[in-house]
């Protein structure tokens, strides 16, 4: 009698969590019934697609082979992975491979392990260098002392992308100062004010109660007319005027839609990169699963709370008709970002110099803004120059964002230790780097020493 009562009571209990667990995930923001089925807490970086089971997952629950490579294989690539599955094919690998499986990514990287993922999602023991690399204790006197659980430290070596830390690139770079004489940047040619296509409030061809009859509308005509829209000849129909049917709110003009609000899709029909990278990063990788945009309320870091709603597409950031970029660039995070380190920049000389170009008295791209860092400027085949819109690109690893951005201001030397400061990177950067990393300095005597032997060399011949 006693067993059948704590059966039923089992039920029970299983019934109410159940029950509880599904009204709360309906109306939670964010939340899905999904969350209840997820066999762990997943990483930092699916998180915002852990409700897209079927992007990794095979039915059954199987791993599909290309879940990986479908969205990592192009970073790979450009970062000239030091370790590509590719290198392991060799028989003679045979041995290494029984130990650990280099050929599959989830050998270590899994998900839904947090009582074993480390920073960048890594599910291994920090000291997995070992394994095949044991001999460089005999080989490098240097490295007789070091423990294979540090080699990943920031400006050593990362297991895919060493662009920064090779050692022919650190011996060219050895002897730079932490502070260059001048920026080296990329600075984005300004939009001519006025050119043959350039159109003004007058021929803005918005209909109805968009026509400017309203100081609402004349104020978003006039905002409209002051852009780089505008000046190269993109009319309001441009972004607005769409096809029948389209899933944004719209008014019927004739045969097709004026939508009121622009969709991601449409900005990429001119900003492609943009578009690209931004489905890559946080803000956009949510859209490009077709799964609702994120909003800061679904963030894992510090968020204000009366921004929680706020949906993360392009005019979060490029708000109305305006477009302005130095807006983006650093109060349209702030508008968002609680967590210390966003904060902390309003305090460092960064900001102050940001400040300077922004009114006009430091000459323009002098200035470092969140986007500076976190959105760096790239140029294409053509030459054009734009914003890598993917905002987590250079932050794990963190020394990836050496080459694209420290460079522009700062001898390597000094970018790696300052990425390697977890305090500095705390109150972003607002002083001098209080660690030292040997990287650069173990580079520069294993050269020296190896002239040291080939000039006595020369002496004995």
């Known amino acids: 009698m006693t067993t059948a009562k704590q059966l039923w009571l089992s039920l029970i209990v299983v019934n109410v969590l159940v029950i509880g667990g599904i009204a709360y995930s309906a109306f939670a923001p964010g939340a899905s019934t999904k969350t209840m089925l997820l066999p762990g807490k997943t990483s930092h970086g699916h998180y915002q697609i852990e409700m897209r089971c079927d992007l990794c997952h095979t039915e059954g629950n199987g791993l599909r082979e290309d879940a990986c490579t479908s969205c990592h294989e192009e970073e790979l690539r450009l970062a000239k992975d030091t370790h590509p599955a590719s290198k392991f094919n060799d028989p003679t690998n ?40 044991q001999e460089t204790l005999e080989t490098r006197a240097s490295h007789a002392d070091f423990k294979f659980d540090s080699c990943a430290t920031a400006g050593c070596h990362n297991y895919h992308d060493n662009r920064a830390l090779y050692e022919n690139f650190l011996l060219k770079h050895v002897d730079e100062n932490d502070f260059l004489d001048e920026m080296v940047g990329l600075i984005r040619e300004p939009m001519p ?20 009859t309203a100081s609402d509308d004349m104020e978003l005509l006039n905002d409209w007319a002051s852009t780089a829209h505008a000046s190269a000849g993109v009319n309001c129909s441009g972004c607005h005027l769409e096809s029948p049917g389209a899933e944004t709110e719209a008014v019927s003009t004739g045969d097709q839609a004026w939508n009121l609000e622009v969709s991601v899709q449409t900005c990429g029909a001119c900003h492609t990169g943009q578009m690209e990278t931004f489905f890559q990063g946080h803000h956009g990788m949510r859209l490009a699963a077709d799964l609702p ?54 305090t460092t000389s960064h900001y102050a110099a ?58 390597v030397g000094f970018s790696i230790d300052a990425l390697a400061d977890e305090h500095l990177i705390q109150n972003c950067f607002a002083d001098a780097p209080s660690v030292h990393v040997e990287s650069i300095d173990l580079v520069k005597a294993r050269f020296e020493e190896r002239q040291r032997k080939k000039e006595a060399r020369s002496k004995k011949k």
């Open 354 to 411: 940001w400040q300077n170009e922004i009114s006009g008295t430091a000459p323009a791209g002098s200035g470092v803004s969140c986007a500076t860092c976190h959105m760096p400027r790239l140029e294409d085949d053509d030459g054009n120059v734009w914003s890598n819109h993917n905002q987590n690109d250079n932050l794990r690893p963190n020394d990836k964002m050496i080459r694209d951005v420290c460079m522009q201001c700062h001898g």
């Open 293 to 346: 945009p994120m909003t800061p309320g679904d963030a894992r870091i510090s968020m204000h709370a009366n921004s929680s709603h706020r949906q993360l597409e392009c005019n979060a950031c490029h708000s109305g008709h305006r477009f302005d970029t130095a807006y983006a660039s650093v109060d349209a995070c702030l508008k968002c970002h609680a967590d210390e380190h966003s904060q902390a920049f309003l």
């Open 94 to 133: 045979a041995e290494l491979l029984s130990v650990l499986d280099a050929t599959n990514c989830v050998t270590c990287h899994r998900e839904h392990v947090v009582e074993q993922t480390l920073p960048m999602g890594l599910t291994m023991p920090s000291d997995y260098c070992y394994h095949c690399h």
């Open 193 to 212: 004010i006025e050119s043959e296509a350039s159109l003004s409030v007058a021929d803005a061809d918005a209909p109805g109660e968009w026509s400017g």
